[in-house]
């Protein structure tokens, strides 16, 4: 009986270690998690929920160890704190289940305060084809000074995105001018859109993003939108 229970527990231990994809669980985590999450190996950085590389650290030095981390993740994706959606300490339930809750906790377990950039198949996971220099770039993947990728937040069809953290921006770049735009990616908290709280899209992409950056988001914004491009 205590073999068989051993080799139960071997069995599972090997599935945990074995049988994870690093690379399809960065690209879970930056789909699901990166856009209230910071975690630096994964140029993750919004801080709608805790650091995860501050959150780890101390365990390490514990000596917890990466595999107990790659356990407690794996609990926390399927059984976060049970609170009400519009409680800050709200983290959704079941965002991945299954093997993709494993892949997202071993790369989480490899990458949480693991100073250092990903190498090889791992730099390129979850990296779009947008060509650099472009606002499709911007969008994507955020600027060059370390501003936040909007379609982490934002469902854009152009963009192929489908986050639902902020409004989708299909609709509303059909009614946008130019200038409001512009507002609203500088001074977010001016006019909060309806059925959305402040304080969670970044309010200092007028610094973080450069001029050229900004202008290149705006433009492809408006292109994507099929709304006020600029020739009328
Ligand atoms: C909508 C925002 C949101 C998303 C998306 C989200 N989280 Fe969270 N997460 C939170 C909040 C808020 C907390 C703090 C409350 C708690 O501990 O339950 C949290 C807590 C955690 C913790 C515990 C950290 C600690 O301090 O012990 C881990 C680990 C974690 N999240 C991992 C993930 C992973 C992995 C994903 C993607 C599958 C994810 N989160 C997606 C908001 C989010
Ligand atoms: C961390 C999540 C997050 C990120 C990153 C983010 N946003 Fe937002 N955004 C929101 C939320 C939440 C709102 C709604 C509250 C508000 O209006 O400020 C919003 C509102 C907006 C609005 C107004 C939409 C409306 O219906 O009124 C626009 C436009 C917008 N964001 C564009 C962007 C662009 C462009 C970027 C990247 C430069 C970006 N956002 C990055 C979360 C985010």
Same mark, same amino acid.
């Given at each position: ?12 231990? =090997? ?8 690379? #399809? ?16 190996? =994964? ?7 805790? %650091?995860?590389?501050? =959150? ?7 000596? &917890? ?13 399927? %059984? $976060?704190?049970?609170?009400?959606? +519009? ?5 959704? $339930? ?8 494993? %892949?997202?906790?071993?790369?989480? #377990? &490899?990458?949480? =305060? %693991? ?9 390129? #996971? ?7 220099? /472009? !606002?499709? &770039? ?16 934002? /469902? ?39 059925? &959305? ?6 309010? +200092? ?20 939108? !099929?709304?006020?491009?600029?020739? !009328?």
């Amino acid at each position: 009986m205590a073999a068989c229970l051993l080799a139960v527990s071997i069995a599972i231990g =090997a599935c945990g270690s074995e049988d994870t994809d690093l690379v #399809a669980g960065k690209e879970a985590f930056l789909e699901g998690c990166a856009s209230c999450h910071t975690m630096e190996r =994964a140029g993750s950085q919004s801080q709608i929920g805790p %650091n995860l590389d501050a =959150a780890f650290q101390r365990a390490l030095i514990d000596g &917890f160890g990466r595999e107990g981390i790659q356990g407690a993740v794996h609990e926390q994706i399927l %059984n $976060p704190a049970k609170v009400p959606p +519009d409680s800050p300490a709200y983290m959704p $339930p079941e965002i991945f289940t299954g093997q993709k809750a494993r %892949n997202v906790a071993a790369y989480v #377990a &490899f990458a949480v =305060a %693991n100073a250092g950039e990903d190498q090889g198949l791992l730099a390129e #996971a979850g990296r779009s084809d947008a060509e650099p220099g /472009t !606002g499709e &770039f911007v969008f994507l993947e955020g600027g060059e000074g370390g501003a936040q990728s909007c379609g982490q937040c934002h /469902t854009l069809e152009a963009a192929g995105t489908s986050a639902t953290i902020g409004p989708e921006l299909d609709s509303y770049l059909q009614g946008a001018s130019e200038e409001e735009l512009r507002t609203a990616i500088t001074d977010p908290e001016s006019e909060l859109a309806a059925g &959305f709280e402040g304080g969670i899209m970044p309010a +200092d992409y007028g610094e973080s993003l450069s001029e050229e950056e900004l202008d290149m988001l705006i433009e492809y914004l408006l292109e994507a939108g !099929g709304g006020a491009g600029d020739g !009328g």
